[in-house]
Every structure is written in C-alpha cells, then in structure tokens.
C-alpha cells in the first residue's frame, strides 16, 4: 500500500489563525445584522418583527435552505463551464462549490454587490487560477444573470396581459432590464474587442500601475472572446434560468413561510410575491451604503407589496422577517463553507511544497480580539431578544392529582378573584367565586390576555389582549386594552396599543401605558384619551426608558412606576414630572387609599419578598414573605379595604406567563403561614385581582 502523503495529512499552523478570523467576523456580522435589524425598527413594530420571525414554519426555513445549496450547485456547474472555456482548468466541483457558497454570504456586504470581488479573490488566491479567467467568469454569470431576470420578467408581464391586470411599472421595469442586458452583453463582446488596442497601448506606458491593469484587462478581453467563441452560451444560459428560478421559488416558500396563515390582506400567488422579490432584489442592489442591504431591499419590496394592496405595516414587517431570515439561513451556510475552503485550500498549498510559517502574536492578538468582539456583539443581541420573553406559549398543565381545593377555610368572604391562567390551552381570564370557590372561564380567545384589573364597583373588568396569537407578557407594545362586562358578558375594545390597565377610583376613567414609555388616561363616557407622562417626552428621561406596570394615584396625582430598558428602578412622579427614586424591585403599587405602596424585591424564603414603602419617606420594610414552598411572590394586589393580599406563587420559577405561578390569599396583619392558597392547576396563573363586597 501506498503510504500517505505526509504534506496532504498535516493540519496548517496558519489554519488555527484563518478559522478564529473568519468566526470572530461571522459572529460580529451576524451580531451587527440582528442590531440593523432592530435598531431599525420602530419599538412598536419589534415585537410583531419577532413574532412574525419566530412563527415562520422551519419546514419553509429547510426548504428555502435547499433551494440555496441546489442554486449554488448550479453556480459552480456554471462558473466552472466559463472558465474551462477560457482554456484553463478550473477547480473541482467540491472546491468550486464552496467558493459559490461563501460568495452568497460575500456578495450583500457591499452597496452594489462589490461582494462578488469575494470569488475572484478565493479562486485566485486559494486555487491559482488566473485573474483574467476569474473576471470573465465572474462578468458572464453577472451578465447571464441579468438576462435570466428578463426572461423571468417577461414571463410576469404576459401573464399580466393574460389575466387583465398589466401594470404599467413593472412594462417599465422589464424594458430597462432589457435595456440592461443589451448594454452589457455590447460591453463584454464587440465592445470590449474594440478596446483591446487601446489595453494594449496603456500596457506599454510608464506607469506600473497602469501597465499592470491594462495587462490584465486585455488578457479579460482575450479570455471573453475565447468563452465567446467555445459554443457554450446556450448552456450557460439554461444554467443561469435555473439558478434564477431555483432562487426565486426559494424565496418563494421563504415568503409563505413568514406570512404562515395570518395573509389577511397580502396577496401570496406566486406572480405577486415574485413582482415584490425582483422589486427587493433590484433596490438592494443599488449603490447606496447600507449594510447587507438592509432598507433598501425591504423598501423596494414594500413598495410592490402596497402597489398590490397590502397595508404599509405588514409589507415592510414581512420583507424584513423574509430578509432576516434569508441572511440568517445564507450567512450559516457561507461561514461554514468558508472555513471548509479556507482548510482544503491551505491543504492543497501545502501538499504542492508551500511551507507554513509560525503564527506571530501581532496576527494572533487581532485574531482573538475580533473573536471577543463578535462573541460580545452576538450575546448582546441574543440577551436583548430574549428579553421579549418566551418565542413560544408555555405548557398548558394539568389539574394537581389528589387535591381539589377548598381546605382552608375562607370565613365570612364574599367575593370573588380573577386572573390569567393557560390551563385551557393558552391564557385567558378566569374568575373564582368566594367563598364557593367555582372557577368561571370569562374569555375565551386565540389570543394571550392577561392583567385583568377589577373596576371600582365590581362589574367590569379590563385586561389585555395580544395583537397575535402569542405575545410574552415581557413585550411591552403589541397588546390592546379590551372592556368586559360582567353581567352581559359583553368585550368590547377599549385602546388599540395600549397595556397594562388600570381604574381611576371614580371609575370613570382607565389608565394605561401606551408604546412601552407613554401613560395615557382614557375617558370612559368620551373615548377621550389624554398623555400623561411620556419618556423623551414631558419627563426628563430618555424615550428608551420603559414605564413597566404604572400606578396612578389620583388624590395626590402621583404616579408609581418601574422603569426598564436604558434606566432600571422604581420611581414616584408628580404632577410637576419630578422624579423621587425608590430604589429596585419592580410592580411598584398605590394602595388604594394613596396612604402607602406597595412592591416586589429580591430577599426573603423564596429569593422575593412584599416589601411596604411610605408614602411621605420612601422608607420601606419587608411586609410578606410566604412561610412555605411556594415563597418566590409576584403579582401582588390589594383589595380595596387592604384587608387582603392576593399573589401569585411559585417554587422557585422566575418568568410570569411561563412559570408554575399558583394564586393565593393572606389576611394582611395575619401570620405568614395562614395565607390560602386558591389554584390547584401545574399551568400558569398569573396577575390576580380582588374584589369584596362590603
């Protein structure tokens, strides 16, 4: 047997080096592509970008994977046809198709796709071959490529003339494709023929410069009449129509997949979603700086969408999702073909007689500071996605075996409590009777609803309703605020965009936090609706700062609120917008006659406790901790006399609509173990409210 050849078998000292380089850029340009992605969305707009991002159907997400390995396929069938015709031998289909693949990733990096340089410099520097057979392939596929979109083009417009609906844009646009194509198919033959004479004049000058660029460009020149002439150009072309199409039924399925069953008013046939692709794909390569053509591609994809009747919101949220997407799923691909190429390519070096070189500490220390960033990038753009909560609905649970309910003795109440639960499949508002204890679900809705709030006189709720299906309770925006009547039944809605409601102590109006950093008062009897406080607006704090479950006190015209994003705390503002700090904690709370408030911070049994803070100081001392397993409190809310607490409880579980929240009852004053607990169910239950009659 033949022994192996030692050269072929080393694994490349500079190999450690290219592969640290290539995943610290990879992991800073995917992290740089998810902060584009976000910081480029209105705050009202990230969660539904997330929701629709997360709902795409994975067997889409695979198939359009598919559809980009089979195209790239193609692409290395087609640039190693172009090149053999230009005399040389290319490199094999393997290698060559991992040159197409990190050329996908390459090519949107560049305004204008001065990506595609990315293949000339892989192939000349990785496998040797010659610059003039890189540039002729590279500016046959460019070509070709142009003339495959006309070709498709065409095909749309006589179906538009068929079906009676031409529209006289996309005439425009197929003309100037065509255009397009005539232009550049006279530049790479006759007319480059032409200036041949003048390349080689300029390759006698002075200049080396010169005489090195017009060298080049006359062997480019003799390199294309040589492809022009080997009888290939059918075949390229019928390679170039597959890729196109390849590409584009793709993106296609790509497109159902985010648009999933939810269409509504978004026309997915396949001429319309195409019109829209092409549109995308044509802004995109504008010569405008944007980064891996984020703007540009949803904006001219947009623009069909609305031509052909979709609402202005939806087109941009699913042009950006399906661009997301696309990059996420090419960039994966890319990164992994690139280190494949950069090992095999550095392999056949060596195994030809290159030597490798150590590797000095001023490459390595770049290296390695490039792979801390790109990790440090990527973490802080994974952190504030999860931020947004779960991507999908929690378990619904089952009832707890062997206890019913109903052992502890609840006196002489009369009442009755409501709150969130998903125990019926996702969260609805349910209600429980004191002192029956008969459990009534009041919703029954495909939507999340949570942080029912009980009016004044007992008989009306308002609570929360996700604008899709499943929404986390940490997305502060994407929620509207819904009425229900509890003797009719009746829900009507009350605010679009708005969360967390609460009553006024009249009853007449309900307040609400709007936009994750506006608290508005809406006007029951109007319909009127008034800004009260806004971050980046009338308060002296940033428009990042999140006003989370805000507490209006009426009397002293007070509001209570928990600040998240860009500032963390709990705060008092008065009417004059100054600001006293509390300290931490978060679900900060006026009692209900404003003489004192009420909080969740970290101590205690369970890792929380309530904590009691004064209305004048701000001094605050721990009130309840739970003297059993169930000690980690949340959701506190006090009846209107402050006679009960009622809260939610967990063992240990930190996350609101995910967590095994049990609801539960103290008798305020009363010893920390005498609290009843109320649910029996492994679902969550969440954000209780109480009411007692007098």
């Given amino acids: 047997m033949e022994p192996a050849n030692p050269a072929c078998m080393m694994v490349p000292k500079k190999l450690v080096l290219q592969i640290i380089l290539s995943l610290g850029t990879s992991l800073l340009l995917i992290g740089l592509l998810l902060r584009v992605m976000t910081g480029s969305v209105d705050q009202g707009l990230l969660p539904r970008l997330v929701s629709l991002f997360r709902e795409t159907a994975p067997v889409f997400v695979c198939m359009y994977a598919f559809s980009g390995l089979c195209q790239t396929w193609l692409r290395a069938v087609r640039y190693r046809c172009i090149i053999r015709a230009t005399g040389e031998e290319p490199p094999a289909g393997g290698h060559m198709f991992l040159v197409a693949m990190s050329r996908n990733m390459f090519v949107d990096m560049l305004p204008a796709r001065m990506g595609e340089l990315s293949y000339i410099g892989m192939l000349n520097r990785g496998y040797r071959v010659s610059g003039e057979a890189c540039l002729s392939s590279l500016a046959i596929s460019f070509v070709f490529d142009f003339v495959a979109l006309a070709v498709l083009l065409i095909c749309l417009l006589v179906y538009q003339v068929a079906t009676g609906g031409l529209q006289s844009w996309l005439l425009g646009s ?382 002293q015209k007070k509001l209570a609120v928990t600040l998240r994003g860009s500032q963390r705390g709990t705060v008092i503002i008065d009417r004059q917008r100054r600001i006293r700090r509390i300290g931490g904690g978060c679900e900060l709370t006026w009692s209900a006659d404003g003489s004192f408030l009420y909080q969740i911070d970290h101590g205690g049994r369970g890792g929380n406790t309530v904590y009691r803070v004064d209305a004048d100081s701000l001094q605050r001392q721990p009130w309840f901790d739970a003297d059993s397993e169930y000690s980690h409190e949340y959701f506190p809310r006090l009846d209107r006399q402050g006679r009960y607490l009622v809260y939610g409880a967990s063992t240990g579980g930190h996350e609101h609509d995910t967590a095994d929240y049990e609801i539960f009852l103290w008798k305020v004053g009363s010893s920390f173990s005498s609290m009843v607990r109320l649910s029996y169910h492994t679902g969550n239950d969440c954000w209780p409210d109480i009411y007692l009659y007098e």
């Fill in 174 to 555: 197929t003309l100037a494709v065509l255009g397009l194509c005539a232009l550049f198919l006279g530049l790479l033959f006759p007319i480059a023929a032409r200036f041949r004479v003048l390349f080689v004049r300029l390759a006698g000058s002075g200049n080396i410069l010169v005489q090195k660029a017009a060298s080049l460009a006359v062997k480019t020149v003799d390199a294309l009449q040589q492809t022009g002439k080997a009888g290939i150009t059918f075949r390229v072309f019928v390679l170039s129509l597959a890729i196109r199409s390849i590409k584009y039924l793709g993106l296609y399925l790509l497109f159902l997949g985010v648009v999933g069953s939810g269409r509504g008013d978004m026309d997915t046939s396949l001429p319309s979603v195409l019109i829209a692709l092409v549109s995308g794909e044509a802004a995109a390569s504008l010569p405008l700086p944007t980064f891996m053509s984020f703007g540009t591609y949803e904006a001219g994809g947009a623009l069909a969408l609305l031509v052909l009747g979709a609402s202005r919101t939806r087109s941009v949220l699913v042009m950006l999702a399906l661009h997301l997407w696309s990059q996420v799923v090419d960039y994966s691909l890319g990164t992994l073909a690139f280190v494949v190429f950069l090992f095999r390519s550095r392999v056949v070096a060596v195994a030809e007689g290159g030597r490798e070189g150590r590797i000095g500490w001023r490459w390595l220390v770049p290296a390695v500071i490039l792979l801390v960033a790109g990790l440090v990038v990527m973490i802080a753009q994974v952190r504030g996605i999860r931020k947004l909560g779960a991507l999908k609905p929690p378990p619904s649970g089952r009832p707890v075996e062997g206890v019913s309910g109903g052992e502890e003795d609840l006196g002489n109440l009369h009442g009755f409590v409501v709150w969130s639960s998903n125990r019926f499949g996702n969260h609805d508002i349910v209600m429980l009777s004191l002192p029956e204890r008969k459990l009534t679900r009041l919703t029954d809705h495909p939507h999340t609803e949570y942080f029912p709030r009980i009016s004044p006189d007992g008989k009306k709720i308002v609570f929360c309703r996700s604008q899709t299906a499943w929404v986390s309770q940490r997305n502060p925006v994407p929620w509207d605020v819904y009425l229900l009547d509890l003797e009719s039944g009746q829900v009507r809605l009350l605010a679009r965009n708005g969360n967390v409601p609460t009553w006024s102590a009249d009853g007449r109006h309900v307040y609400f936090q709007r936009q994750a950093n506006r608290f508005v008062r809406h006007t029951l009897a109007t319909g009127e609706e008034t800004l009260l406080f806004e971050t980046g607006g009338n308060l002296p704090l940033p428009a990042s700062v999140i006003l989370e479950t805000p507490s209006w006190n009426g009397r």
